[in-house]
T-cell receptor
Framework: KQEVTQIPAALSVPEGENLVLNCSFTDSAIYNLQWFRQDPGKGLTSLLLIQSSQREQTSGRLNASLDKSSGRSTLYIAASQPGDSATYLCAACYNQGGKLIFGQGTELSVKP | GAVVSQHPSWVICKSGTSVKIECRSLDFQATTMFWYRQFPKQSLMLMATSNEGSKATYEQGVEKDKFLINHASLTLSTLTVTSAHPEDSSFYIC??????????FGQGTRLTVV
């Protein structure tokens, strides 16, 4: 069964700290992996997408890595800010069709 | 700007009534769209795959007669929650993937059944 797991479930850090969110997937034959941000009561904002042939993607203070052999992806957030507070979801896609399997999310709180 | 538009963003309905949620791809055609449901403090769970011009494919445990999906055009899919009950209260969100790019999501619909 294809499953995606995220740890930790919640994380609280002081402003300015660098942090890493973890995502693991049971089936390594992924097509791509995507990281999203979700604010309370809102929809999803796509942050980064990593194709299966890629090892990492960067956007501003965000860097996502992908290691298919170990079934893991990480989202690195540099110099965290209170505005980064949200739930971060990773999702694995196993074919071109676009169906995603989501992790449970990590609820991040950045304290000023 | 948004490439997938979902309406309404929130709806309150009485128990036993039906509610229709629309999902539109704004600047691309989507032969396939996906409907997800998210309960509070939980992740998104795929409910069904909406296929343009053919029947939707439902995930195990999702009642197809309760959650009617219609994908009548290449830019529009609708989800109708029929005979809604309080346990159907949830956050429903659609996505429309563009081939070889990321999945684009609608804004989501908060359904409350009273």
């Amino acid at each position: 069964k294809q499953e995606v797991t995220q740890i930790p479930a919640a994380l609280s850090v002081p402003e300015g700290e660098n942090l890493v969110l973890n995502c693991s997937f049971t089936d390594s034959a992924i097509y791509n992996l995507q990281w999203f941000r979700q604010d309370p009561g809102k929809g999803l904002t796509s942050l980064l997408l990593i194709q299966s042939s890629q090892r990492e993607q960067t956007s501003g203070r965000l860097n996502a890595s992908l290691d298919k052999s170990s079934g893991r992806s990480t989202l690195y957030i540099a110099a965290s800010q209170p505005g980064d507070s949200a739930t971060y979801l990773c999702a694995a896609c196993y074919n071109q069709g676009g169906k995603l399997i989501f992790g449970q999310g990590t609820e991040l709180s950045v304290k000023p | 700007g948004a490439v997938v538009s979902q309406h309404p963003s929130w709806v309150i309905c009485k128990s036993g009534t039906s509610v229709k949620i629309e999902c539109r791809s704004l600047d691309f055609q989507a032969t396939t769209m996906f409907w997800y449901r998210q309960f509070p403090k939980q992740s998104l769970m795929l409910m069904a795959t909406s296929n343009e011009g053919s029947k939707a494919t439902y995930e195990q445990g999702v009642e197809k007669d309760k959650f009617l999906i219609n994908h009548a055009s290449l830019t529009l899919s609708t989800l109708t929650v029929t005979s809604a009950h309080p346990e159907d209260s949830s956050f429903y969100i659609c996505s429309a993937p563009r081939q070889n790019t990321e999945a684009f999501f609608g804004q989501g619909t908060r359904l409350t059944v009273v």
